[in-house]
């Protein structure tokens, strides 16, 4: 109910309650997950608070956390309320219907020294159906927690304001790439956090938990781009443009290093790619079509009966089905162009991402 993520919601369940509600903002896990859920997708020119990294995405809140019977003012996290919920934004729950809306990354901001082959098997049941999953490294300062130590997962270190490594990140050859998770306890005051969303306003926390996030929306923000990327061209475009940190290369600290969104985001849409005939192609009189077509295999079309004056072309495809063409994630390009009568017109198109 958080008036920075109003209208973000998608679906959603309770798996540490097992009810259809996945709110918890009256519970100790609240703003824990509230907070990562607002550096995702907090609303941008709203004037309130805060702007998540792709505000504009829609967030499936699958809640793994329930009240401990024994302190009221812990957040329980159960292994298999995870593998629960794993299981359904994958699909492949035993008795709840797939998402509406199928996620394009699952964010973990959890984590446990101990590893689990039943949750490593239902994170890569999650990569194998096409989602890509980022999980925290943990504040230990030490070995990296799981399921982030997994290896199908984008596994995210913290850094803080000075891009040093935070002081409580974990480390290890599994680290995959780092992100700002702030650092108070370095520098000693509440703003060197992370500000983001809590129930009933907003607050500054630190860890690995709040770099994650930052990474998740990254890939949304990839995919708004390329609806056609797999996980494993999500980790080669994250890793291929992150800034090196620290020694030369990929090291234990900061993996292949600190996430560029810009880079990441420009290396996915340049790697769209359509088909020939998933091309539509259309004649259109303001915004009125006059006739369309659909580009043959090997890449020419044919539009006929166009009667005599100025038209815009456009051809572009649609890969959501929604009639438009040309939205974020599809190729696109339309010009003006003149009928006359005076023998056939070969017009070449050439389609840009968008």
Not at 183 to 201: E, F, I
Not at 327 to 354: C, K, T, W
Request: include cysteine; glycine fraction near 12%.
């Amino acid at each position: 109910t958080h008036e920075d993520l109003d209208g973000i919601w998608t679906d959603g369940h309770d798996f540490g309650d097992h009810d259809g509600d996945p709110d918890a903002a009256a519970g100790p896990c609240g703003p824990h997950g509230t907070h990562v859920a607002g550096t995702v997708a907090a609303a941008t020119d709203n004037g309130l608070g805060v702007a998540g990294v792709a505000s504009g995405v829609r967030v499936l809140p699958a809640k793994v956390g329930t009240i401990d019977p024994n302190d009221a003012t812990n957040c329980l996290l159960s292994g298999a309320a995870l593998i629960d919920a794993l299981h359904y934004v994958a699909g492949a729950h035993a008795t709840l219907p797939p998402p509406s809306t199928r996620p394009a990354v699952v964010n973990l901001s959890l984590g446990s020294a101990a590893s689990s082959f039943f949750v490593e098997e239902a994170v890569s049941l999650v990569v194998e159906s096409g989602i890509s999953v980022v999980a925290a490294t943990g504040n230990d300062d030490g070995p990296v927690a799981f399921p982030a130590a997994h290896a199908s997962t984008i596994a995210v270190g913290a850094v803080d304001h000075n891009l040093d490594r935070a002081s409580y990140s974990n480390f290890g050859n599994e680290v995959t790439v780092v992100a700002p998770g702030g650092d108070q306890n370095r520098h000693g005051t509440l703003d060197a956090g992370v500000l983001s969303t809590v129930p009933g306003g907003y607050a500054y926390f630190q860890g690995t938990s709040m770099a994650a996030p930052h990474v998740a929306g990254l890939v949304g923000l990839m995919h708004s781009v390329n609806r056609d990327l797999r996980p494993a061209d999500v980790r080669t475009l994250l890793t291929s443009t992150a800034t090196d940190l620290g020694i030369t290369g990929r090291d234990t600290w900061y993996g292949y290093g600190l996430i560029d969104a810009n880079a990441a985001v420009v290396a996915a849409q340049d790697a769209l790619q359509a088909d020939a005939a998933d091309v539509i192609v259309r004649i259109k009189d303001g915004t009125d079509v006059v006739a369309t077509t659909t580009a043959r295999t090997d890449g020419t079309y044919r539009i006929e009966s166009v009667p005599m004056g100025s038209f815009t072309l456009e051809a572009g495809t649609d890969v959501d089905g929604d009639g438009v063409l040309g939205e974020g994630g599809e190729f696109h390009h339309a010009e003006v162009v003149n009928v006359v009568y005076d023998g056939d017109v070969e017009r070449h198109v050439i389609l840009e991402p968008r």
